[in-house]
């Protein structure tokens, strides 16, 4: 759990409160781009709103760890306009040259992939990086094209339509729009990510007109670049499986969880501090091993990390009653938010994203 919304949920108990402080600096060479200073009370729902683009991007263009942390005075980048040249941390926009991204200190190719919409792998490919969590501050990558893009020619199989997204829109949105399911647009469309989605993207959707059942995703329809990456950490699925069956949580859902917070991956440590395969907060791995566990949890170690992790999921699903949807919630927001005020917006699609990994996974 990144301990996103965590610390703001326990602190204040409110959504989205704007807190006071000194602004934000921001790199000289962003300087130039669209920006907004977050006013008293604002939210990055209200911003995205106001100026006609998504939580999502704000997110991805600004690094933000906490969608819920901004504070007055702070200023957000809306992204560069159309027709800028390349600086650090933009891409170019003109159609003859190679889109280039300059790393910025605390950026890592998970924030880099998703701010373009390709994938991390793409970007290791095509710059001949050697190890993906090893970049460094100034260092040009070439950035391949968006990896959510959606085919162009027409599936094969059930009866489709386009659909063009518009900004604000997500999966579960166009899913209710046209009366089909977020699994079947994401098998439709061989879509990596099911929370990633950007205005101006076109996809397949299932033609309601020949019932919403026509395009049902089928477990294990995923994209080759994921299956092939799951082949080489079997490993750790194995023991993610196993500590699942020790506390009686849904194995798909657990897999579906870890491979969304790190990809299967110890290694992994978030800007917010997170650490390892369940992307664990240090101060919630120390709850849960005292609380839960009664033993201590080194997060740096795989199997208590998966086992800290599953543990706290089955403690929310009986919690919750067996609400996968609220249980969640809690490990993206916090407890005490989902108990104080439900599920928040921002928690959506990450909600609908490991719902929809489970049931591809065999859930």
């Known amino acids: 759990m990144h301990g996103r919304l965590v610390a703001l949920a326990a602190a204040a108990g409110v959504f989205a409160l704007a807190l006071a402080g ?3 600096l921001i790199d000289a060479a962003r ?10 009370g604002d939210t990055l729902s209200a911003i995205a709103l106001r100026h006609r683009t ?10 933000l760890a906490d969608p819920d942390r901004i504070y007055v005075g702070q200023r957000l980048v809306l992204g560069a306009p159309a027709g800028s040249s390349s600086a650090p941390g933009q891409v170019a926009t003109t159609a003859s040259a190679p889109r280039v991204h300059v790393v910025r200190s605390g950026e890592h190719l998970t924030g880099i992939a998703q701010r373009y919409g390709t994938t991390i792998d793409a970007i290791v490919r095509l710059n001949g990086i050697a190890n993906p969590n090893r970049i460094f501050a100034g260092q040009r990558l070439r950035i391949p094209a968006p990896a959510t893009v959606a085919m162009t020619s027409k599936p094969a199989g059930p009866a489709a339509v386009q659909h063009r997204v518009v900004l604000g829109e997500n999966l579960t949105a166009i899913a209710a729009r046209y009366g089909t399911s977020i699994s079947a647009i994401v098998a439709l469309n061989q879509l990596a990510d099911a929370s990633y989605i950007r205005a101006g993207d076109l996809l397949w959707v299932p033609d309601a007109r020949q019932g919403a059942a026509t395009g049902a995703a089928s477990p294990g329809n995923l994209p ?3 299956v092939r990456r799951m082949a080489l950490r079997v490993a750790v699925r194995d023991v993610i499986v196993a500590e699942a069956r020790r506390a009686g949580v849904p194995a798909a859902f657990a897999l579906a969880v870890a491979w969304q917070e790190s990809g299967w991956q110890q290694d992994v440590v978030s800007s917010a501090g997170a650490i390892g395969v369940m992307q664990l907060m240090p101060a919630t791995a120390d709850w849960v091993a005292g609380s839960m566990l009664h033993a201590p949890i080194q997060l740096r170690d795989t199997r208590q990390n998966v086992r800290a992790g599953v543990t706290l999921l089955a403690h929310y699903l009986a919690r919750y009653h067996g609400s996968r949807t609220q249980a969640l919630a809690a490990y993206y927001q916090g407890q005490r938010s989902v108990d104080s005020h439900g599920i928040y917006p921002v928690s959506q699609p990450y909600i609908d994203s490991i719902l929809v990994l489970e049931t591809m996974l065999g859930g």
């Open 54 to 63: 998504t939580v999502a991007r704000l997110v991805a263009l600004n690094s």
């Open 22 to 24: 000194a602004p934000q």
């Open 224 to 226: 080759a670049d994921v």
């Open 31 to 40: 300087a130039a781009e669209p920006v907004a200073v977050v006013r008293p």
